[in-house]
């Protein structure tokens, strides 16, 4: 919990000083990967790493001087780790498949325009 809280707070000053949050957001998902002690999801994770890093720095340019963009992103996180400290597992996996879905929504309406992109995958489970 620690680990996840203090990514948390690292990606969101990075944030609010217009520095680049996007190693803080990855570590985000790995503590929380780690914390689940799934070990195929975080050894998964961990493998696509480098090109998850580089997907949400590229989202992340996008968001220049859009900080509606980064107050959502800040919501759904906090959602997130709201339910984890409330040990509720199946809230979090909900406020993550939110936040995943509403994220691929955002960024693919501005690289395929609103409608136009296919649905993410993590929207067929689960929810």
Known sequence: LARIEAAAIAMNQADDQGEDS???DLAFHIA???AAQNRLFLSVLEFV???LLSSIKSMRDKDRGDRSNIEIRRADHAAVLDRIRA???DGAGEAMRKHIGESYRRYAAKMFGPGEAPPHPALRFGG
């Open 22 to 24: 996007a190693s803080h």
């Open 32 to 34: 929380i990967a780690t």
């Open 49 to 51: 790493s480098s090109p």
């Open 87 to 89: 040990k509720d597992p």
